[in-house]
């Protein structure tokens, strides 16, 4: 379980990166409140260093939180010390009773386990749910990248600075995302170097999955007033009552 989002890019991702996951908690509490879901279990699939978990624990919600990354898991047991954290695939981790799911950016489009099998999770997740439960995700879709062309870009932030250069397989609808870390360390910077897949899906094609499983889907660009990056797409699905 350490071989994305180790220590440094999880650091960095939790102090550099916060914005996704903060920007659109605020929607997603609405959508629980206009889903009359205003108690209960919220299993945060994909949990990283636990900003969305945070938000809804303040919410007066139960939250379970998955992530593969023991160190994404690490920071956010300090961070919402009172939920409850599993390192496990999301793909894997068994899915208790619950009111409501969510997992937002981009979580199950990621390459890290071989049993990546969204049909299956969509099965889990419904079966999870009570009625009247919901589904709130979001994933990326093809056009992340102008074909025949890679970027490359950088950010950087106190004591640290992060690379990264993506390149997409329009055929094989994969995106390739190579991350460089430099983080200083005493007098030092030290730097590491993840790899990370992830498979593109058409939103019509996942909501079409998701119906299949007997979901009623709504689709979104937005969390509330926060707008999702260029060929993303949100989605609440929601087991009838």
């Not at 997603?28 to 919220?42: F, N, P």
């Not at 303040?58 to 939250?63: F, P, S």
């Not at 961070?79 to 999301?90: G, K, T």
Request: charged share 30%; aromatic share 10%.
């Amino acid at each position: 379980m350490t071989q994305w989002y180790k220590e440094d890019l999880a650091f960095i991702h939790d102090v550099g990166f916060s914005d996704y996951a903060l920007k659109s908690a605020p929607g997603i509490l609405e959508i629980l409140h206009r889903s009359k879901i205003g108690e209960g279990l919220v299993v945060d699939l994909g949990c990283g260093s636990g900003l969305l978990t945070q938000e809804l624990a303040k919410a007066d919600y139960r939250v379970l939180g998955v992530d593969i990354s023991e160190s994404m898991i690490a920071i956010a047991r300090q961070r919402v010390p009172d939920a409850e954290f599993r390192v496990e695939s999301l793909f894997k981790v068994d899915i208790p009773t619950c009111n409501a799911v969510t997992s937002i950016g981009e979580c199950l489009n990621y390459l890290f386990d071989a049993d990546n099998t969204h049909l299956e999770l969509f099965d889990r997740i419904y079966s999870a749910l009570i009625p009247g439960g919901v589904f709130i995700f979001d994933i990326a879709e093809p056009g992340q990248v102008t074909p025949g062309n890679s970027t490359k870009g950088f950010i950087e932030g106190e004591n640290w600075i992060v690379l990264v250069e993506k390149e997409e397989d329009r055929e094989q609808r994969t995106l390739n995302r190579r991350i460089i870390t430099f983080r200083k360390l005493g007098e030092h910077y030290r730097r590491d170097d993840e790899l990370h897949r992830l498979r593109l899906y058409k939103s019509t094609d996942i909501a079409e999955d998701l119906r299949q499983v007997g979901f009623c889907v709504e689709k979104m660009r937005s969390y509330g007033q926060f707008h999702l990056p260029k060929a993303h797409t949100a989605f609440v699905a929601r087991k009838p009552r």
